[in-house]
């Protein structure tokens, strides 16, 4: 499977931005999918995932402004991004989650595309 993340851009803080995730491949609507986002100099963190069932996760700093959404229909995936904040600038990434592996960790997914740069600034 291969992964395509669109939608980035440059925003004001306090915007909205909705990005997707497009797969191709071998997929399947019964997989699990998870954003990631990696600013200048530091770790590729987790943000949000989606269980096959449609259940949500998030890291606590996009709670409540944040929201992941799929489409298996489409094999795609969601991120609706309000309230943008300039500290969440970053290449932001989509992926896979293997059966069975923790949401919270990098390591647990694959199928990573060349992610979409969100810019937040004034």
């Known amino acids: 499977v291969q992964l395509q993340a669109s939608g980035g851009g440059l925003v004001q803080p306090g915007g909205s931005l909705r990005l997707s995730c497009q797969a191709s491949?071998?997929?399947?609507?019964?997989?699990?999918m998870g954003w990631f986002r990696q600013a200048p100099g530091k770790e590729r963190e987790f943000v949000a995932a989606?269980?096959?069932?449609?259940?949500?996760y998030y890291v606590d700093s996009v709670k409540g402004r944040f929201t992941i959404s799929r489409d298996s229909t489409k094999n795609a995936v969601y991120l609706q991004m309000n309230g943008l904040k300039p500290e969440d600038t970053a290449v932001y990434y989509c992926?896979?989650?293997?059966?069975?592996?923790?949401?919270?960790?990098?390591?647990?997914?694959?199928?990573w595309g060349p992610g979409t740069q969100v810019t937040v600034s004034s």
């Open positions: 992926a896979v989650k293997d059966v069975g592996a923790s949401y919270w960790s990098k390591t647990s997914y694959h199928g």
């Open positions: 491949g071998r997929t399947s609507s019964f997989n699990d």
């Open positions: 989606i269980t096959w069932s449609d259940s949500p």
